[in-house]
């Protein structure tokens, strides 16, 4: 098993999928970190040297990831919501917020605008 | 008289059960509800116990599905290795007697072109540790490795070992058709070096190392990549290809940049063998490379397949999110200097790059360079570069500079008479080989480029 940021990763895992894992970290910046420790496309957990696998979670405790970026989304959502606008209620109803009709096809509102948008936070050691 | 119940009633008797419409009369209800009660059909679902459906009978039954043993799941690999087996050896061929084997003197002797020779188990052995043989070429049809020696593998080999055996440094492209016999004759090169007991180093496939498949370290204090893993890989083969030649050579140079002691009494083949670790893969190459070099060594043949796929810009990224060009991968430029006359071969040495055309990247500079070497060496005017076409790349007219340009065509009708005898004997052609049917084959694949002969003739009985 192998640990980056005290989450437990199977060693058969790629190195891009693991990466993509944490909440707020996409295809682009995976891209470029892996890049930046000369990590292939391709390349597996089983064959990251333990040495980079240190610096990775050096790299990402410095990030805005995961459970930081969740909470930011949903302080966002949270200050719409206590300010009591128009925006804010539209998030708690779990309606379209910029001005869509809602006759039909609203199905990623309804996914999207919640005040707990993203998910609860991930369980250490998860 | 009229009935106690309405016509409708009568009509449809389960109706009353759940609307009775009149309870003025109590003599008619008894008669109808016993008539019509579904005790009747009770009983019988309790005496037949069969099946419970109305429609039993009527049904189209299938037989249930039987569950198969899905059996134990297929390995990480698994389906990778299958793909990538190379068959050189098929039982159910038949034995064709009367051929001779290959040396190092059948390749170029101009009397053995146009005659299919074996290959000697021990050069086979080579040639698999080198992978030479492609997955894609159909050795597994017959009973054992043969090939033709064409009249352009006799000009090329012959032409090569004459100038390495005066030290000079040939430097070849290998190009043509698709599927005339380009990676054939990269082979009966290798074949020649190995005869000919050169130190024989080949990069089978030069996609492997360009399109990010493998990783990939930044070498310290330069601008350029390794492929460690490869490159470990590669020794390996170099070790187990050249362990006769190389184990009689010592190490002449001090290397003290090496993680471990090189004495002065240490074999080369110790040094190529040295080394497990991927840290190291470079140096150490690098180390044996320089050892190579000294004056006094066997002559160097160095091979490539697949050369376009190493003039363009790779999947690797660096540090700063910019491509890599593949000729600042170490090995690749290795080979590129070596190609393009930048490195000095103090004993000689044969660099071929094979190019590719049923896989290959279109590249103008790569185009344009061949184009202007090939001018240059039958002494015609040199093509100039278009002057709209801003995206030439000079590091492949660098690496290309000078190169003499080997152009392989169809094979001659006498040489695919010898081939189809040969597949006729082994069985795999089942027609008379007279010159009427190798007319036909020769012209079907235009003008006898050997991959089409083969689909015209043999892929009935390919599996």
Known sequence: ?126 | MAAPNCWRCLARPSQRLLAPTSTSSSLAVPVTTATFSTSARLAKKEGGGLSSHVRTGKKLVLGRKKKQDPGKPVLPGERKAFRKRIQLSNDNALEVPGLAQVTAATLVDPAAAGKIVGLPDALIDQLRTVEAFKPTQNWGLFRSPHMLVRQETVDLIKDMTDKVQKKQTVRTVITGERGSGKSILGLQVLSAGLLNKWVVINIPEAQELSTAHTDYSPIPKSEMFSHPTYILKLMQAIYSANKDILSKLQVGLEHIHLPFSVPRSMSLAALANATKEPDFAWPTFHALWQELLLPGRPPIMFNLDGLSHMMRVSDYRNPAFELIHCHDLALLRLFADALGGKTQFPNGAAITGVMTKGNCPKLPSVDMALEQAAAAQAGTEIPARDPFYRKYDDRVFDALKGVSVFNVKGVSKPEARALMEYWAASGVLRMRVDEKNVSEKWTLAGSGVLGEMERASLYVVRL
Not at chain 1, 50 to 69: C, F, G, R, V, Y
């Open chain 1, 1 to 126: 098993m192998v640990f980056i940021m005290s989450v437990n990763f199977h060693p058969r895992k790629l190195v891009k999928k693991t990466l993509e894992t944490f909440y707020g970290l996409g295809a682009q910046t995976s891209a470029r970190i892996m890049a930046k420790y000369s990590i292939h496309p391709l390349a597996r957990l089983e064959t990251v040297p333990p040495k980079t696998i240190t610096s990775l979670t050096a790299e990402l405790s410095t990030m805005t990831i995961d459970n930081d970026a969740r909470r930011l989304v949903q302080d966002n959502i949270q200050r719409l919501r206590d300010m009591g606008t128009y925006r804010g209620r539209r998030h708690a109803m779990g309606l379209p917020v910029r001005g869509q009709k809602t006759r039909n096809q609203i199905v990623t509102a309804r996914k999207l605008n919640i005040l707990e948008r993203g998910g609860g936070d991930r369980p250490m050691g998860s």
